[in-house]
C-alpha cells in the first residue's frame, strides 16, 4: 500500500481530531499494508469512511439502523462502499458479531461512557484482536465535566461529579460514567492489553468563541496537538485518547 494513501483527507484534520489522526496514521505507517479495522459505535464513518479511503477494510458495528444507513451513503459517495461493511449490533455483543482474534485495528470512541457494562465491551474487544493488534479508545474526560460546570455557575453538579464515583452529574446526566487517564488505562489494563500513549482531545477547542477557533484554525491545531501529551493540559481536556495494543 502507497504510504501516501494512509493520510486523511486534510478537511477532516481539525483541531478537535488532530490528536486521534496522528495516532491512527503512525499506526497505519507502521504497519504498512491493509488493515482489517472495526469501528465500534461508528455510527455515521467519521472515522471509517476515511480509513476506508485509506486503502483499509473496515466494519462499522453500531446499534442505531439509522447511522448506519447514513454510512452506507457515506461510503457510497466516497467511492469505497466495497470496503466498508455495516453491521448492526451493541459492543458487548462483539463475539457473535466478529471472528476471535481477526482483527487489526480496532475504534472505540465515545462508547465506554454509555454502554452499561465497558469491562464486558472492552474484553470483548480484546478477543477480537489479533496478537499484536491495536485499540483507540476515545472516552469522556471527567476533570474537564467539573470545571466546564463549574465555569458555568453549575455548582451542584460540578460538586456531583466529583463525588459521584462514576463521573456523573446526577440522574438527569446523558453519560453513564466518566474517566480520568488512570481508571481509563485501568480498565484497558485489566483486560490484558498494553497501554501505549494517553492524549487529550479538545483540550482548547470547546473553550474557544467560534471566532477564535476560525480566526486561525492552523495555529489551534497544532497547540491541540502540542498540549496533547502535556499533563495537567492533558487530563483536563474534553476526551481521553487511549492507544493499546493486544501483546
Do not use: K
Not at 493520510?7 to 490528536?19: E, F, G, K, Q
Not at 455483543?93 to 487489526?104: E, Q, R, T, Y
Amino acid at each position: 500500500m502507497d504510504s501516501t494513501s494512509t493520510r486523511p483527507a486534510r478537511s477532516l484534520v481539525t483541531a478537535r481530531t488532530a490528536a486521534v489522526w496522528q495516532v491512527l496514521r503512525r499506526e497505519q505507517e507502521r504497519q504498512g499494508r491493509e488493515l482489517t479495522v472495526l469501528d465500534v459505535g461508528g455510527g455515521t464513518g467519521g472515522f471509517a469512511v476515511p480509513l476506508a479511503e485509506a486503502g483499509h477494510r473496515v466494519t462499522v458495528v453500531d446499534a442505531s439502523p439509522d447511522a448506519l444507513a447514513a454510512l452506507d451513503r457515506r461510503a457510497a459517495d466516497a467511492g469505497v462502499a466495497d470496503r466498508v461493511r455495516a453491521v448492526q449490533g451493541d459492543g458487548d455483543a462483539l463475539g457473535g458479531l466478529v471472528a476471535p482474534g481477526s482483527v487489526d485495528l480496532i475504534l472505540c470512541h465515545a462508547v465506554l461512557e454509555v454502554v452499561d457494562e465497558p469491562t464486558e465491551v472492552v474484553a470483548a474487544i480484546t478477543a477480537a484482536l489479533r496478537p499484536g493488534g491495536a485499540l483507540s479508545v476515545l472516552v469522556a474526560g471527567r476533570a474537564a465535566a467539573v470545571l466546564g460546570r463549574a465555569v458555568n455557575g453549575h455548582l451542584s453538579a460540578a460538586a456531583a461529579l466529583v463525588d459521584d464515583p462514576e463521573g456523573r452529574a446526577g440522574p438527569r446526566d446523558t453519560l453513564r460514567r466518566r474517566y480520568d487517564a488512570t481508571s481509563a488505562a485501568a480498565l484497558l489494563t485489566a483486560a490484558g492489553l498494553t497501554v501505549e500513549e494517553i492524549h487529550g482531545v479538545r483540550v482548547l477547542a470547546d473553550l474557544l468563541p467560534a471566532a477564535v477557533v476560525e480566526s486561525d484554525p492552523q495555529l489551534l491545531l497544532e497547540l491541540e496537538l502540542s498540549l496533547a501529551t502535556q499533563p495537567p493540559f492533558r487530563d483536563i481536556a474534553a476526551q481521553l485518547h487511549l492507544f493499546a495494543r493486544r501483546p
